[in-house]
């Protein structure tokens, strides 16, 4: 079992981060349906597997799920987009990260588990001030 594996080399779990996936982009009707399965089964399901190895280890742990801001329906206006717009997307990638938000709302019963999207790549400091706000809203 991974989650027992890592606390007996590392100690008590206390934060598990997926941030983990893969990107398959373009227009549906240039995507394989192969393409489609790879995407879901790495961001979609890898996230229920970790969720679930965390709830199975009944690991006192917060989870983060990072998802992207890639899982939001644009509407094309240029504005950045924020955490209360719609969730859409148009392609395999997009699709598997507004999953993976279901995915985390379906475990939140289960688990301290929070989802939050990944907005600035470029800015770290910003990214960690997200999360830390995060760590501080699941283990509340």
């Known amino acids: 079992d991974a989650v027992a594996l890592a606390e007996q080399r590392c100690g008590k779990l206390n934060v598990l981060v997926n941030n983990a996936g ?3 982009t373009g227009r549906v009707e240039d995507t394989s349906l192969e393409d489609w399965e790879r995407v879901m089964d790495i961001n979609v399901m890898g996230t229920v597997h970790v969720l679930d190895a965390v709830r199975a280890a009944a690991a006192d ?4 799920v990072v998802t992207s801001d890639k899982c939001y329906a ?3 206006s240029g504005r950045r987009l924020r955490e209360e717009d719609p ?3 148009r392609d395999p990638y997009s699709s598997s990260k507004a ?3 279901h995915v985390a709302a379906s475990y939140r ?3 301290s588990v929070a989802a939050r999207r990944g907005f600035d790549r470029y800015r770290p ?8 706000s995060v760590y501080d809203e699941v283990v509340s």
């Open 87 to 89: 969730l859409g997307g």
């Open 22 to 24: 893969i990107s398959v």
């Open 61 to 64: 742990a917060a989870v983060v």
């Open 99 to 101: 999953a993976q938000e």
């Open 74 to 76: 644009n509407d094309g």
């Open 125 to 132: 400091e910003r990214v960690a001030a997200a999360y830390e």
């Open 109 to 111: 019963d289960a688990l």
